[in-house]
Every structure is written in structure tokens, then in C-alpha cells.
């Protein structure tokens, strides 16, 4: 039987998979991606050096780049001359001989990654801490986050005050950087938050909450914004104390006629589906068109809500409340039978139409003093009632 020979594999699969790790992924990870086994992957680490080294990327294009090095090493494997190699990648042959001489491994063998990692460790240079040498600054920075001073504030005051004292001067990651290593005090300097160590990262990992096959606002017909047309609702969750309880909240656009979905077995996406399927069956098809929701994880079963009931739903983009407005004032509105750090559980289906109710005949200002429902009905040749 054939050994497997890791070093077979071509070199742009190395490539990326060196990439990768650079980019955070772990080595199982970056193996998967690649196409290659994990213990594969294991030898090109451990060929390397058994570190990857962070590469901002060249200072000057005078200097050699990963993939000059991994030319150099192709170069070298197929006995090419220094000359030929130092052509092929535009250097001159004297500082393909300086690279080969400086960054060989002790057995003599040129390896590009390893070799990469060399040159970016020797890059680093071994600076003191700002904030260690210089009292004044640690002082000054410690009064102003007493003061409740953020960060970014800090960093533009002192580039604005010491403008001419680089040692007066850091910006908002190096504060932050002293601070969590509890170098300008631990109990007097505090950010307002009151966080003590960083936030977790998730560099290089894809994010799982991303809704799929999703139609953003921008391609929503425009007859929705005109509010001329009935039909096209807005919808959210107001979620009651500890995010253990929900409640749904449809508003009309046109006629700002309020709907409520109850949500007694929870509000993760197939209950959020299930109410809505079954809770907007009663509303007239020429009054199911659209509906705008931003864009939580509850309504990642959208493809099944608009097979079965119709609508056509259109997400916001993120952090875009404003985009939903008349489902927001709604909310607001609601708040008042609804406060916030409630349980929403203990509100009846029952209770859900009462209060859409008395909603649906508060008059507005909007529609010269009619209620909603009256505007509603100016739209139906039947009441919208089950």
C-alpha cells in the first residue's frame, strides 16, 4: 500500500492552507477546507515551524513577499538556478542569495512558509509599553476615565491637548490594551461599562445567524412606500422579561390597523411560523402583500410563512429600526399594556385582541381623527374580524 506523502499535495493547496491559519482558523478547520486530512495539515504546521506568525504585509515592495518565497522554494525543488529564480519573480539574484542564506532551515532546506515566519518574527521590534514608561500619560488617562470618559474620547483629547508630545499621546486601542492589563490601575479606572477583560472574538469563523435566500427592503415594491395600496404590514416581537416570553406585532402601513400574535409555546422560528400561518388566516388574501421584518432569528422559516400564507416578506438591513418605523411606534405604543421586563406568558390570546382592539379605535391624527379600523373597513367590503 502507498504512503500518504502530505508534501505531494500542490503548492497553492498549502498555500491556502496556510491562509487560513493566518486568518484564525484552526488547523482541523483549515484541513477541511482545503480538502486535506487533519493530520496532514498537522505536518505542514509543524514543517513550518509549529507557528503562524500574523503578516500585515510587506512594508515596501522591495521586500520579498510569501508568494516570492514560495517561488524560491519551487525554483530551488526543480534545480533552477539563483539567477533564473531571481527573474522570475522581478529581485535581483543578490537578495535571492541573501533569503536563501538567512531564512534555510538548520538542515539547509529552504521551506517558504517557515521561511515567511522568520522574516515576520525578526520584524517585530521589542518596544516598553507606552503607558509603562510614561507617568503622565498613565495619570492624565486614569483621571479622565474617572470622569467617565470613553476610550475614543481619551485618544482625541490627547491628540488634540499634546499634539506636538508623541509620548502624550495613544490611541483608543492602546488605552484600551493598558486598561485590560491593569496598567493604569484596576479599581480607580474603569470603562463606564464596567467591563474588566475584552470581549470574545470570533475572527475568521463564519457567523450561524445569517438568514438565507432572504429578499432585503431595497427590492420591495415601491407602491409600498406610498401607503396608497392596503396590504403591506410591518412586523416584530416585543419579548417580555429574561427574553423567556414573546408577543407578535403586525401593523398595516396604509391604515395602521394593529394585529397581535399570540405566542404561548415560545417564539423560536417554527412557533413564530406556526402563529403567523394559522394567526393571519382570517385577514383577506388582497390584504396579505407584503411584510417587513428585520431581521432576527425568528423568522428564519420565512420561505414556509410566505408559501402558505401568501405574503411576500421583505427584511431590513441590520440595525435599521427606522426602516419598519409605523411597527416601532407601534411598539411603543403597545409598551403601555405591555411593560417592558414583564411576562408576556401570562396575556390570554383573548387579551392579545382586546388590546388590538382598543388600538384599532383610537382615532389618529394622521387620518383626520378616524380610527384605523374605520380605515380598514373603508378597505373591505367585510369586517377584518374571525
Known sequence: MPRF?????PTTVKKRYFELLREGYK??????????????GSNWFIEAGSMIVPDPGPISPRFLTQDDRIAIADGLQVKQTVKEIAASIGKSFQTVYREIKR???????YHPWWAHNQTLLRRRRP????????????????????????????????????????????????????????????????????????KKQRRGVPTLNKIKNMTLIHERPAEVNDRAVPGHWEGDLIIGRGQGSAIGTLVERTTRYVHLIHLPHGWKAPQVRNA??????????QLRRTLTWDQGRELTLHEDIEALTGFRIYFCDPHSPWQRGTNENTNGLLRQYFPKGTDLSVHTARDLR??????????????GDKTPAEAMRECLTGPLTR
Open 103 to 109: 531564512n534555510a532551515k538548520p538542515d539547509g532546506s
Open 5 to 9: 506523502a502530505p508534501n505531494k499535495m
Open 127 to 198: 518596544k516598553e509599553e507606552k503607558f509603562r514608561a510614561s507617568e503622565p500619560l498613565r495619570t492624565l488617562v486614569r483621571e479622565k476615565l474617572t470622569d467617565k470618559w470613553s476610550p475614543q474620547q481619551i485618544a482625541r483629547h490627547l491628540a488634540r491637548e499634546h499634539a506636538r508630545d508623541p509620548a502624550m499621546r495613544a490611541c483608543s486601542e492602546t488605552i484600551y490594551r493598558a486598561l485590560f492589563a491593569g496598567l493604569v490601575g484596576r479599581r480607580e479606572a474603569k470603562l463606564r461599562t464596567g467591563r474588566t477583560r475584552r
Open 354 to 367: 382586546q388590546v388590538a382592539c382598543q388600538l384599532n379605535r383610537r382615532p389618529r391624527i394622521v387620518f
Open 27 to 40: 488547523g482541523a478547520a483549515a484541513a477541511r477546507v482545503v480538502g486535506v486530512s487533519a493530520s496532514c
Open 276 to 285: 403567523l400561518i394559522t394567526q393571519t388566516a382570517h385577514i383577506p388574501p
